[in-house]
């Protein structure tokens, strides 16, 4: 018997599992496939080994304007995927030490919940059956898999690919057709743009990012086309053909040849087959529901991470982790969503936490922004030769207190927890105005805003 069984190793269940045995409860952690889950394994880690690289290349390629001759650079797509393999390989490591050191019991298997009686929950693995006093289901997300003509075959046959399959990808492809311009393809664009590839990318909305400030978007969209991507926006994909892929635009219907498609439209809730049913677990929208202690319907049933449906983000699932861990162990803890950050690391790196202007808008929130050029701070311009980057910080009307701060330019994703600090620390501009902000460095940028505004 448990103390608690965790179904999931990425961060949310390996997280929770390290501090719960930290803590003293007997666990267990079942993973089917690594554990670091889909971050570690197929997702941040290898992505971010994978853009370094290309950032390596892309500084390099513009080093004459910093006075550094170089030539002949190129891309070793095949040295990039052995470094990638050792890094993930490195932490995966550093993950299972961590789980050892807490004392955690780890199973490659695939867990299905079959019940309960007295004693606790039941999980089957095969032919073996656990039990427990409380569950945490970290099961993830998988990739949206959209309804349009041709996409099974065209992903049976490798014509089209997942986040998963194109960090595999040995040989880079002439024309890489993207679906989709959230976070995922603008990152992989980004990627093969720097090793070769003529990439384009399809996206249904009118901006790219996802739900990122649009100021932001368009810097992005405009820095990325520099590099050579292609980008149609308004435009759904309504077929994937043999060589190309068919969408749809206010103007008519439109063909993108490509070599390769990669799909990423998003994510949704992994709760399939896991007997979320045979206990009764309540699901909305597919994601198991949680209230703020991330605790489920059912008392002593948790759910952290992509599941829930709440972020699908790797730092969310770390702090809903600590969160359940806590509430378990008798710590009164409850998860906030004000602050999470958003980062896209692309070069230039977009970073933003709390409003946006169309979000404090539609919440009729009594607020002023103020923008910026990032040329306000001496390091950005020593650094960033003709960089067009921005920093916007909204402000509320009321309190003066911060509510959300959006950068493009280089370190924006190293700067961005200050601001989360300081939105969920609800601190106001005064306040922020007697902090000493190091120089120089960019995030001087955010002391420069709050006198300006
Ligand atoms: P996403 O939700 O970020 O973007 C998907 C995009 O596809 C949307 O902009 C959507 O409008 C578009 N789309 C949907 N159907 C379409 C169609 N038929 N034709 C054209 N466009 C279409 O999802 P993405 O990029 O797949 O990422 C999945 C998850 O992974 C996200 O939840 C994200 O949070 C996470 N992730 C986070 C990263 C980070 O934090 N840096 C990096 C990579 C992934």
Same mark, same amino acid.
């Given at each position: 018997?448990?103390?608690?069984?965790?179904?999931?190793?990425?961060?949310?269940?390996?997280?929770?599992?390290?501090?719960?045995?930290?803590?003293?409860?007997?666990?267990?952690?079942?993973?089917?496939?690594? *554990?670091?889950?889909?971050?570690?394994?197929?997702?941040?880690?290898?992505?971010?080994? +994978?853009?370094?690289?290309?950032?390596?290349? @892309?500084?390099?390629?513009?080093?004459?304007?910093?006075? *550094?001759?170089?030539?002949?650079?190129?891309?070793?797509?095949?040295?990039?995927?052995?470094?990638?393999?050792?890094?993930?390989?490195?932490?995966?490591?550093?993950?299972?030490?961590?789980?050892?050191?807490?004392?955690?019991?780890?199973?490659?298997? @695939?867990?299905?919940?079959?019940?309960?009686?007295?004693?606790?929950?039941?999980?089957?693995?095969?032919?073996?059956?656990?039990?427990?006093?409380?569950?945490?289901?970290?099961?993830?997300?998988? /990739?949206?898999?959209?309804?349009?003509?041709?996409?099974?075959? %065209? +992903?049976?046959?490798?014509?089209?690919?997942?986040?998963?399959?194109?960090?595999?990808? =040995? #040989?880079? /492809?002439?024309?890489?057709?993207?679906?989709?311009?959230?976070?995922?393809?603008?990152?992989?664009?980004?990627?093969?743009?720097?090793?070769?590839?003529?990439?384009?990318?399809?996206?249904?909305?009118? #901006?790219?990012?996802?739900?990122?400030?649009?100021?932001? &978007?368009?810097?992005?969209?405009?820095? +990325? =086309?520099?590099?050579?991507?292609?980008?149609?926006?308004?435009?759904? *994909?309504?077929?994937?053909?043999?060589?190309?892929?068919?969408?749809?635009?206010?103007?008519?219907?439109?063909?993108? $040849?490509?070599?390769? !498609?990669?799909? &990423?439209?998003?994510?949704? $809730?992994?709760?399939?087959?896991?007997?979320?049913?045979?206990?009764?677990?309540?699901?909305?929208?597919?994601?198991?529901?949680? @209230?703020?202690?991330?605790?489920?319907?059912?008392?002593? *049933?948790? $759910?952290?991470?992509? !599941?829930?449906?709440?972020?699908? +983000?790797?730092?969310?699932?770390?702090?809903?982790?600590?969160? %359940?861990?806590?509430?378990?162990?008798?710590?009164?803890?409850?998860?906030?969503?004000?602050?999470? /950050?958003?980062?896209?690391?692309?070069?230039?790196?977009?970073?933003?936490?709390?409003?946006?202007?169309?979000?404090?808008? =539609?919440?009729?929130?009594?607020?002023?922004?103020?923008?910026?050029?990032?040329?306000?701070?001496?390091?950005?311009?020593?650094?960033?030769?003709?960089?067009?980057?921005?920093?916007?910080?909204?402000?509320?009307?009321?309190?003066?207190?911060?509510?959300?701060?959006?950068?493009?330019?280089?370190?924006?994703?190293?700067?961005?927890?200050? $601001?989360?600090?300081?939105?969920? #620390?609800?601190?106001?501009?005064?306040?922020?105005?007697?902090?000493?902000?190091?120089? /120089?460095?960019?995030?001087?940028?955010?002391?420069?805003?709050?006198?300006?505004?």
């Amino acid at each position: 018997m448990y103390d608690l069984i965790v179904i999931g190793g990425g961060p949310a269940g390996y997280h929770a599992a390290g501090e719960a045995g930290h803590r003293g409860l007997k666990t267990l952690l079942i993973e089917k496939r690594e *554990v670091g889950g889909v971050c570690l394994n197929e997702g941040c880690i290898p992505t971010k080994t +994978l853009l370094y690289s290309a950032k390596i290349k @892309d500084n390099a390629a513009g080093g004459e304007k910093y006075g *550094v001759k170089v030539s002949d650079i190129s891309l070793d797509h095949k040295r990039v995927l052995a470094r990638k393999k050792k890094t993930v390989a490195a932490l995966v490591g550093g993950v299972k030490a961590v789980l050892k050191s807490a004392g955690v019991e780890t199973i490659t298997a @695939d867990a299905s919940i079959t019940g309960r009686d007295d004693d606790g929950f039941q999980v089957k693995c095969g032919d073996s059956v656990y039990s427990g006093k409380r569950l945490l289901i970290a099961t993830g997300s998988v /990739p949206v898999l959209p309804p349009v003509s041709g996409m099974d075959e %065209a +992903l049976k046959s490798g014509f089209a690919v997942t986040n998963r399959e194109i960090l595999e990808l =040995e #040989q880079i /492809p002439e024309k890489l057709t993207v679906i989709g311009g959230g976070v995922i393809g603008l990152e992989m664009a980004s990627y093969f743009a720097s090793a070769g590839s003529d990439v384009t990318v399809i996206e249904m909305l009118e #901006q790219v990012g996802g739900p990122i400030d649009a100021d932001i &978007s368009g810097l992005l969209k405009k820095n +990325l =086309e520099k590099k050579g991507i292609k980008f149609f926006l308004e435009s759904k *994909v309504i077929e994937v053909k043999q060589k190309s892929v068919v969408y749809e635009h206010k103007s008519g219907k439109n063909e993108a $040849a490509a070599d390769l !498609v990669l799909l &990423s439209v998003g994510r949704r $809730a992994y709760t399939q087959g896991i007997g979320l049913e045979s206990i009764g677990v309540e699901t909305h929208r597919g994601a198991v529901k949680t @209230d703020g202690r991330m605790q489920t319907n059912i008392p002593g *049933v948790y $759910a952290a991470g992509d !599941v829930n449906g709440m972020s699908m +983000l790797a730092h969310t699932a770390y702090r809903e982790a600590e969160v %359940a861990v806590n509430n378990m162990t008798g710590k009164e803890d409850t998860m906030s969503y004000r602050a999470i /950050p958003g980062v896209i690391y692309t070069h230039p790196e977009v970073a933003g936490t709390g409003e946006t202007e169309r979000s404090a808008k =539609e919440k009729g929130l009594d607020f002023r922004a103020k923008t910026l050029t990032m040329r306000y701070s001496g390091r950005y311009v020593a650094e960033n030769e003709g960089g067009d980057g921005i920093a916007k910080i909204l402000i509320d009307n009321r309190y003066g207190r911060i509510i959300g701060l959006h950068m493009i330019g280089s370190y924006a994703s190293e700067m961005i927890y200050g $601001a989360c600090m300081m939105i969920e #620390q609800d601190m106001t501009i005064e306040a922020i105005k007697k902090t000493v902000f190091p120089h /120089p460095t960019v995030c001087e940028i955010i002391k420069e805003l709050v006198f300006q505004i």
